[in-house]
């Protein structure tokens, strides 16, 4: 099983990024889907979730900028990230797990992705 997160780079504060997240090894039909950041010097915190009936939720500080989507056709999770900001600078991780879709919040991540890196300039 592995989940393979990619989109990262350098961007100016406004800007925009979209990561993906691909999984393979298994389907992750029935999985929530989610992402997290870990900035430098700081514990990795929830980013945003989407479970397996679209349900969707999102950390207070990207609410409004942030989307999260999946394609269960292509087995990947997104991340569109608008308005950037430099304090959205962090490696971003992708996770999977079995959690009910009012939860996802909560999610810890069966499955866990490489990190992928978002440097936000100002």
């Known amino acids: 099983v592995q989940l393979q997160a990619s989109g990262g780079g350098l961007v100016q504060a406004g800007g925009s990024l979209r990561l993906s997240c691909a999984a393979s090894?298994?389907?992750?039909?029935?999985?929530?889907m989610g992402w997290f950041r870990q900035a430098p010097g700081k514990e990795r915190v929830f980013v945003a979730a989407?479970?397996?009936?679209?349900?969707?939720d999102y950390a207070d500080s990207v609410k409004g900028r942030f989307t999260i989507s999946r394609d269960y056709v292509k087995n990947t999770v997104y991340l569109q990230m608008n308005s950037l900001k430099p304090e959205d600078t962090a490696v971003y991780y992708c996770?999977?797990?079995?959690?009910?879709?009012?939860?996802?919040?909560?999610?810890?991540?069966?499955?866990w992705g490489q990190g992928t890196l978002v440097t936000v300039s100002s």
């Open positions: 090894g298994r389907s992750f039909v029935g999985y929530a």
């Open positions: 996770a999977a797990e079995m959690i009910a879709p009012k939860r996802i919040a909560a999610m810890n991540g069966d499955y």
């Open positions: 989407i479970s397996w009936d679209s349900t969707t």
